[in-house]
C-alpha cells in the first residue's frame, strides 16, 4: 500500500473517531435535557419544540469544537503548514491554503459520509421536535443539507483559525513528541466531553436567564430610544406649542373684551400659522364706531428672544445661546385700509423690544408708537381693549 493511501486512510480514520465521540455525546445529550429536567427548573418557559431546537444547536456547538480539537492536534497538516508557512503572509494567503488543503476535503467527504450513512441524535430534534410541522418526505433531505453545510463551514473555520493558531511564535517553536500529543488529545477530548455533559446540565437555568436579560437589556434599549425621541420631539415642538397656547389665550381673552363693548371683531386671519411663517397682510381687523384697527401678529418663539424692528418694515428675532447668537427675521410691514389704525401684537412675549435704524436702539413699550404702528404685547394689548383706549 502506497504512503498516499495510507495517508488517506489515517484521515479516514481519524474523521471516524471524530464522529463516533460526536455520536455519543449526542446520544448522551437528551438524558442531561431530558423535559423532564427543564420543567423542574423553570416553569412555563419550556416547550418540546424548545427542548428539541436547544439541543440542536448545542449539538453544533459541540461539533465545531470536536473539529477543532481534532485539527489542532493534527501532526501532518501542521508539519506541512509550518514547512511553508514563511510563504503564507496574510488572511487571504492562508486561507487559499487550506482551500488547496487534501486534509480538510477528505475531512469533510467522510463527515458527510458518516452523517448520511448513521444520522445523529439532531435527525431526531429535528424530525420529531422543530420539524414536526413539515411533511415528512423532506425531514431527511433538509437535515443533510444542513449537516452538509455546517460541517463543511465548521471545518473550514477550524482550519483557518488552528493555522493562526500555529503560526504563533511559542508554538512554531515548541517540539510535539507523538506519544506526548496523543495523551494531549485524549485528556482535551475527555475533558471536553465532561464540558458538554455538564453544559447540558445548566442549559435549563442558563437559557431562561441569557432570554431574561437580552429581554430586559431590549427593552430599555427601546425604552430609552422612546425617552431619548420624545425628549428631542419636545425640545423641537415646545416652543410651537408654547406659542399656539399664547395665541389661543389671546384669542379668548381678546374676544372676551370684545363683548364688554369695545367693538367687533372684523376677521381673523392666519393667527394660527403665522406661528410658523409670516403672514402677508394683517391678522386680526377690528372695528369700534367707524374706525377700523389693523392688528399683525409677531411671534417671538421663546421668552428670551430681542426683538428689533427697523425702518425697512423688518423685525429680527435675536436668541443669544451659550456659545453662539442666532438670528431670524420676517417683515412686520403690512396695509391698512385709509385712516386706519395700524397695530403691532408681539405673542408672545420677548424679553425686550427695541425700535433700530442700525445704529441705535430704542426700548419700546406698549403703546409707543414706532414707524406709524403701535406697539404692544398681549397683556396690555387686552387691557387698552377694555378700557376702549386702543
Request: hydrophobic share 50%.
Given at each position: ?41 423553570i ?80 435527525y ?16 431527511f ?8 453545510v ?8 477550524a ?48 437559557i ?14 427601546v ?7 420624545l ?32 367693538g ?9 400659522r ?30 428670551r ?10 423685525v ?56 406709524g ?16 383706549y386702543?
Amino acid at each position: 500500500m502506497t504512503e498516499s493511501r495510507k495517508a488517506i486512510l489515517r484521515r479516514i480514520g481519524k474523521a471516524t473517531v471524530l464522529y463516533t465521540v460526536y455520536l455519543a455525546v449526542a446520544f448522551l445529550l437528551p438524558l442531561f435535557t431530558a423535559s423532564g429536567i427543564f420543567e423542574r427548573y423553570i416553569q412555563g418557559f419550556w416547550t418540546e419544540d424548545l427542548y428539541s431546537a436547544v439541543r440542536y444547536g448545542y449539538l453544533f456547538l459541540i461539533q465545531f469544537s470536536l473539529i477543532s480539537i481534532f485539527v489542532l492536534h493534527d501532526r501532518e497538516y501542521r508539519a506541512r503548514f509550518l514547512s511553508c508557512e514563511e510563504r503564507l503572509k496574510g488572511f487571504f494567503a492562508k486561507l487559499t491554503f487550506v482551500l488547496r488543503s487534501g486534509e480538510l476535503w477528505c475531512d469533510v467527504i467522510t463527515l458527510c459520509a458518516l452523517t448520511a450513512i448513521m444520522p445523529s441524535w439532531a435527525y431526531t430534534d429535528m424530525r420529531y421536535g422543530f420539524l414536526l410541522s413539515v411533511d415528512a418526505k423532506w425531514h431527511f433531505f433538509i437535515f443533510l443539507v444542513v449537516s452538509f453545510v455546517t460541517v463543511t463551514f465548521f471545518s473550514l473555520v477550524a482550519y483557518c483559525a488552528t493555522l493562526n493558531w500555529w503560526a504563533r511564535p511559542r508554538e512554531k517553536r515548541r517540539e510535539i513528541l507523538k506519544k506526548k500529543d496523543a495523551i494531549d488529545w485524549i485528556k482535551q477530548v475527555g475533558f471536553s466531553v465532561a464540558m458538554y455533559l455538564a453544559g447540558a446540565l445548566v442549559l435549563p437555568v442558563v437559557i431562561p436567564f441569557v432570554w431574561s436579560v437580552m429581554m430586559t437589556f431590549w427593552m430599555l434599549i427601546v425604552t430609552m430610544t422612546i425617552m431619548v425621541l420624545l425628549l428631542i420631539l419636545w425640545l423641537f415642538t415646545f416652543k410651537y406649542i408654547r406659542a399656539i397656547y399664547h395665541r389661543h389665550r389671546l384669542m379668548k381673552h381678546m374676544k372676551k373684551a370684545l363683548r364688554g363693548g369695545f367693538g367687533r371683531l372684523v376677521s381673523a386671519k392666519g393667527v394660527y400659522r403665522s406661528v410658523f411663517n409670516s403672514y402677508e397682510g394683517a391678522n386680526i381687523v377690528l372695528e369700534r364706531e367707524g374706525q377700523k384697527y389693523f392688528c399683525k401678529l409677531i411671534t417671538p418663539l421663546k421668552r428670551r428672544y430681542i426683538v428689533m424692528l427697523d425702518e425697512a418694515g423688518v423685525v429680527t428675532y435675536e436668541h443669544r445661546a451659550a456659545i453662539a447668537t442666532h438670528y431670524k427675521s420676517e417683515r412686520y410691514y403690512f396695509d391698512a385700509d385709509n385712516g386706519a389704525r395700524k397695530i403691532i401684537v408681539v405673542n408672545p412675549g420677548a424679553l425686550h423690544i427695541y425700535a433700530t435704524d442700525g445704529l441705535r436702539n430704542r426700548e419700546l413699550h406698549s403703546g409707543d408708537k414706532v414707524m406709524g404702528y403701535y406697539l404692544y404685547r398681549s397683556d396690555n394689548f387686552i387691557n387698552a381693549i377694555l378700557r376702549q383706549y386702543l
